[in-house]
Structure formats: structure tokens, C-alpha cells
């Protein structure tokens, strides 16, 4: 059968034949870039918080021009993605990257990907708290946490919610008396707004219900179970007995924050500095 090919493909992308099983589009690659093991790569370095600076963007430039990437976009997640990466320019592409301090997005793994933010008090009217701030220390903190599915965090610097923290998996929304913690949202095929699991009233306390929420959902989810799921499942009120227990809440918390220490390893330096070499050697073809 004739191959086809999308309007949408750039000229790196191969032909998909038609009669190909469907569920080859769901192919993952243990390479940390694109999930298509066989097509260019996708790379997304980490912005924490959607935050840049100057020189993340130089470096950004600098590497697309360097390796010659055909596209890039910015996205939802309030990042850059770098399409079109041929898989044997990942190491150099990764090790530019890393020396100018940036680290892997997972966009690609159960993991946490994003958090994203609003402007918040320092630059909106409306803003009620540091919303940014505060999304940059939650993602520092859970960044490299695998998890049964992907995970999506938000804040928001008031009600009006323009980084949809009610879709996500934890979201918070500031108030001027504090925060809103909202879980067990998703903004996929079946969209689920989040449910009010409380409210605090320091960033600190925002962080210790984080973190225990994230380990709550690790240790007892199912594998590719999202929250959203998960919190119907078992009972939001489950849920809150846990957390709400402050023995149960801080152990948690502290369980996460120790797997934190073995789990924050950027893949991008390890196999820029030779981890896993066979995964990116071009396959000799020799006559028989």
C-alpha cells in the first residue's frame, strides 16, 4: 500500500505507511527526548516555573542554530520545544544545554511535567500572592519525581485562575488570606475539574501538602492511573483523612522529599557525558 504523508510532517519525518498498527503512534523510547522512537527527536529543556532569562535563551538559539533544528514552539506547559533533532545530535545537543545550567523537561515520562504560573502580584493588578515564586519552589522541589502517570501542576495568583490550576493535576489558587489547594483535575480527552482538597495559609504549608499528595498518589495509584482517576476512586475524603492527619502528612512529605535526593538526575548530562553511547550510534547496514 502507498505511504502518506502529513501535511503537518516536516521534511525529517518519515513516511508512515498507512496499513502501520495503530497502536505504533503509542510507541515509547527509552531515549529521554521524543516518544517516536523511529522519528527526529523532541527535546524540552526545563523553564521552572515558566521563567527564562537572557542567556537560557541565547543558549536555546545557539543550540537550534548549531544543530540546525527545523522547528520550534512554544507551549502550553510555558516552555520551548525543539523539534526535529536527529537522534545522533542528542548527546552534543544535550551537553550545550547543560552546560548553560538547563536540565530535562520530562515532557516524555510519568513524571512530573510542568508548573505552570500567572504573572502574580509583582506584575498583575489582580494578583494576590507570588504566584510565580511560588510555582518556581514547587517545581524545584518535585522536578525528576516519577510517578504512575504524568503529573501536572499550577498556581494561580488569584481567582480568576488564568494558569487553570483547576485543571490539574495540583493546583493551587491564591486568595489574599492564602491558598487554595485543588486536586485531581485533568485537562485531556475527559476534563475534570479539580476538587477543593483545603486551604492554607503559608507557602510552606503549600509544599508539605505537595509533596504529600504526590506521595500519596506514587504509593497507591495504579500504573497509568491519573489523578483524576484516582481521587474518584478512592474518595476525595480518603484523601483528606490522609493529609489531614498531621503525623500521616508529614511522614509523607518527608518519604517524597528523601526519594527527591536520589531522583533529581538530569538524563540529559548523564548521556551527554556517554551514558547509554549504543542508543545513539547510526545502525550500519552491511551486505550479506
Given at each position: 500500500?502507498?505511504?502518506?504523508?502529513?501535511?503537518?510532517?516536516?521534511?525529517?519525518q518519515p513516511q508512515i505507511s498507512a496499513s502501520a498498527p495503530r497502536d505504533a503512534r503509542r510507541v515509547s523510547s527509552p531515549c529521554p527526548a521524543s516518544p517516536r522512537s523511529c522519528w527526529p527527536k523532541r527535546m524540552v529543556p526545563r523553564m521552572f516555573g515558566g521563567l527564562c532569562t537572557p542567556s537560557d535563551l541565547r543558549a536555546i538559539a545557539d543550540a537550534c542554530d548549531k544543530y540546525k533544528v527545523p522547528e520550534m514552539k512554544v507551549t502550553g506547559g510555558q516552555r520551548i520545544d525543539l523539534f526535529g533533532i536527529r537522534k545522533e545530535d542528542l548527546p552534543a545537543i544535550w551537553k550545550d544545554l547543560s552546560a548553560a545550567g538547563m536540565v530535562s523537561g520530562h515532557a516524555y515520562g510519568k513524571a512530573l511535567r510542568t508548573v505552570k504560573t500567572c504573572a502574580g502580584k509583582n506584575w498583575c493588578r489582580f494578583g494576590t500572592q507570588d504566584s510565580t515564586g511560588l510555582g518556581v519552589k514547587l517545581e524545584e522541589m518535585t522536578w525528576g519525581s516519577w510517578m504512575p502517570h504524568k503529573f501536572k501542576m499550577a498556581v494561580s495568583g488569584c481567582p480568576r485562575n488564568c494558569?487553570?490550576?483547576?485543571?490539574k493535576d495540583f493546583g493551587v489558587v491564591c486568595v489574599d488570606s492564602g491558598y487554595e489547594l485543588h486536586v485531581g483535575g485533568n485537562g485531556g480527552i475527559k476534563v475534570r475539574i479539580t476538587d477543593l482538597l483545603c486551604k492554607v495559609?503559608?507557602?510552606k504549608q503549600v509544599l508539605e501538602y505537595s509533596a504529600a499528595f504526590v506521595q500519596k498518589y506514587r504509593e497507591e495509584a495504579r500504573y497509568l492511573e491519573r489523578t483524576a482517576p484516582w481521587v474518584e476512586r478512592v474518595g476525595l475524603q480518603y484523601i483528606k483523612d490522609a493529609l489531614f492527619d498531621e503525623k500521616q502528612r508529614k511522614a509523607l512529605a518527608e518519604r517524597f522529599l528523601h526519594s527527591q535526593t536520589f531522583s533529581q538526575i538530569d538524563p540529559w548530562k548523564a548521556r551527554a557525558e556517554g551514558e547509554e553511547a549504543h542508543e545513539f550510534r547510526k545502525i550500519k547496514i552491511c551486505a550479506a
Open positions: 500500500m502507498a505511504s502518506t504523508i502529513s501535511p503537518l510532517q516536516t521534511p525529517l494558569a487553570e490550576a483547576t485543571i495559609e503559608t507557602e
